[in-house]
């Protein structure tokens, strides 16, 4: 079964610390990762995903096949970063990449 | 930057009413999809379109909803009688090709009442 599992509601951290959105997948396959931002009223947004191994906002992210999880992380966390987080897999299904979302964390950063 | 948009923003509706939800992708994507997300739950695939057909559907997705692309710019999600539970917010995304990153829309937020 294609599943995203978030286990963390809401991460509530103060400025300047350390961030860790975990994130863990189960896909018989090679699954695509994504993490999608909404910030509070605005649409959902590609953060980053895998296949670019890059850091957008001081975010990174390394997919660990062996450990099947896409954890989110930054050294030191922004009042700005303060938003909701998902993270998506791709199964690539019949050529059509629907995306899987997990349920999301909150994530609230403190002065 | 082009964006996704979706009309209306809120629709209210009586249950057993038919709604259709709007949305204009991105002019020249040819992938477009629909999800929804409970209050409170993740956001879950409904339905993919290309090529002017479904190309995959959710078991949510059963006969009461329906796509459909009238023309060459609208993308839209009908449902045919609502239910309570039909009650979400509905979002629209579009891609250009499978690899790509979908974009999405603000959303509709739908309420059977």
């Known amino acids: 079964a294609q599943r995203v599992t978030q286990p963390e509601k809401l991460l509530s951290v103060f400025k300047g610390a350390p961030v860790e959105l975990k994130c863990n997948y189960s896909y018989s396959g090679s699954p695509e990762l994504f993490w999608y931002v909404q910030y509070s009223r605005q649409r959902l947004q590609l953060l980053l995903r895998h296949i670019s191994r890059e850091s957008i906002k001081g975010f990174t992210a390394d997919l660990n096949k062996g450990e099947t999880s896409f954890h989110l992380k930054k050294p030191f966390a922004q009042e700005e970063d303060s938003a909701m987080y998902y993270c998506?897999?791709?199964?690539?299904?019949?050529?059509?990449?629907?995306?899987?979302f997990g349920a999301g964390t909150r994530l609230a950063v403190h002065p | 930057e082009p964006e996704v948009t979706q009309t209306p923003s809120h629709q209210v509706t009586q249950m057993g009413q038919e709604v259709i939800l709007r949305c204009v992708p991105i002019s020249n994507h040819l992938y477009f999809y629909w999800y929804r997300q409970i209050l409170g739950q993740k956001v879950e695939f409904l339905v993919s379109?290309?090529?002017?057909?479904?190309?995959?559907k959710s078991e949510i997705f059963d006969d009461q909803f329906s796509v459909e692309r009238p023309d060459g710019s609208n993308f839209t999600l009908k449902i045919r009688s609502t239910k309570l539970e039909d009650s979400a917010m509905y979002f629209c995304?579009?891609?250009?090709?499978?690899?790509?990153?979908?974009?999405f829309g603000p959303g509709t937020r739908l309420t059977v009442l």
């Open positions: 998506a897999l791709s199964g690539r299904l019949g050529g059509y990449n629907k995306l899987i």
């Open positions: 379109f290309y090529n002017n057909e479904i190309s995959e």
């Open positions: 995304a579009s891609t250009w090709g499978t690899s790509d990153t979908q974009y």
